[in-house]
């Protein structure tokens, strides 16, 4: 395995000082930060312990940020991730970050590929219609079996909203937002 391979061993002393074990020197939250943001991988370690710090260091550096008005997490978005953690969506919402991010970052790359070739990189994002897709599936799964709503630019979007049909298609309608509401209710 490469240098740049192997994470970034960080000790923490009985101090709370970190060790940069490559450079022999103590660094500091931002020294840290800046060696992710290089995409270098860090893993920080408890001398004493040996218990492995990394997740810890990671959220209070996105802490400091996002305190000093670096925002990149939106409220509601922190407001979701704290609910998740008293909800059966806990063991969902890692995979869906995770996903998320992989795709994002990829997405990244290829267009920096595309930037010279194509005028516009934007209009052929990879990865945008499958990241699309995936939003539409998963409100479909957390509103129920509703309809999806249209493409930007398909022939429903610009017709007349349609109107119930009967008393009948009312009713189902109305089922379908009580159901909705049940779920959103044990959400």
Known sequence: MTEAAKPLLIKRYASRRLYNTETSDYVTLEDISGFIRSGREVQIIDLKSGDDLTRQYLLQIVAEHESKGDTVLPTNVLTDLVRS????????????????????????????????VIPNPLAAMPGFEVMRKQQEV?????????????????????????????AEDL?????????????????
Not at 99 to 104: H, R
Not at 146 to 161: F, I
């Open 85 to 116: 953690y008293a909800t059966n969506m806990q063991s969902v919402v890692p995979q869906f970050l995770q996903a998320s991010f992989d795709m994002l970052r990829e997405s990244q790359s290829k267009m920096v590929e595309n930037l010279t």
């Open 171 to 187: 009713a189902e309608i109305k089922r379908q937002f009580a159901e909705l509401q049940k779920k959103l209710s044990k959400l």
């Open 138 to 166: 998963f409100m479909k799964g957390l509103m129920g079996a509703m309809p999806a709503w249209p493409a930007p630019g398909s022939p429903k979007e610009d017709a007349a909203p349609s109107t119930p049909d009967s």
